[in-house]
């Protein structure tokens, strides 16, 4: 795919790289952009794009102009998508009101707990359909845990969840007490110890 225009929805950190995401403004589908066919992170050049005014790291609400050399999914994440190497041109940006047409209505977030067994995604019995939703939520609070970890609780169609947070700006929005909307971009994240967590990578 060519010149395909993202509305960027995620830059989060996986592995003290990058995770981007967002959906395509024409389908309206979730792309993942990784390294390779593994769905690796993406290095911090690897996430740049161009504007009038230089070159920058991609930030959420960008509308951002990109290519793929290969379509690559995998069971727990198929809206990856392999980059070509080319410049990503930024193309304006989305405005904090216009976040409301990108939503996504799941019943729930991939079951109730904070995590889905890879095993049982392999087999079948739980088939993730997509592995990203941009959702609204209740009762937002971010806070760290007693192991200094970044966590987001919440409710989300009448389920209490407990999330770890991977979006950079957690500690700007939280230490400056910045009002938030309750709409969080989350991402099933990569099998680690037989599981894939839950992510919360952007707080709206």
């Known amino acids: 795919m060519n010149n395909v225009e993202i509305v960027i ?3 989060s950190v996986k592995h003290q790289q990058h995770c981007v995401a967002g959906k395509c403004t024409a389908t309206g589908q979730w792309v993942r952009p990784v390294s390779n066919e593994n769905g ?11 504007n009038p005014h230089g070159t920058f790291n991609v930030k959420p609400l960008q509308k951002v102009f990109m290519s793929f050399s290969a379509y690559a999914p995998l069971v727990h ?6 980059i070509d190497g080319s410049t990503w041109r930024q193309n304006y940006r989305i405005s904090d009101d216009e976040l409301s047409q990108h939503l996504d209505q799941p019943d729930d977030i991939w079951g109730n707990e904070d995590r889905v067994p890879y095993a049982s ?14 959702i609204v939520v209740d009762n937002l609070n ?10 987001a609780s919440f409710s989300y169609c009448g389920t209490n969840y407990d999330l770890a947070v991977t979006d950079p700006e957690f500690d700007r929005i939280t230490q400056n007490d910045k009002a938030v909307r309750g ?4 991402s099933l994240g990569e099998e680690y110890q037989g599981d894939c967590f839950k992510l919360v990578a952007t707080v709206f």
Request: with cysteine; hydrophobic share 40%.
């Open 77 to 82: 994440q198929p809206e990856n998508y392999v």
């Open 40 to 50: 690796a992170e993406l290095s911090h050049e690897e996430a740049l794009c161009q």
């Open 142 to 151: 971010l806070y760290r845990n007693q192991y200094n970890r970044r966590r």
């Open 121 to 134: 995604i392999l087999s079948g019995q739980i088939v993730v359909g997509q592995s990203l939703y941009l």
């Open 9 to 11: 929805l995620a830059n």
């Open 183 to 186: 709409v969080l971009c989350v």
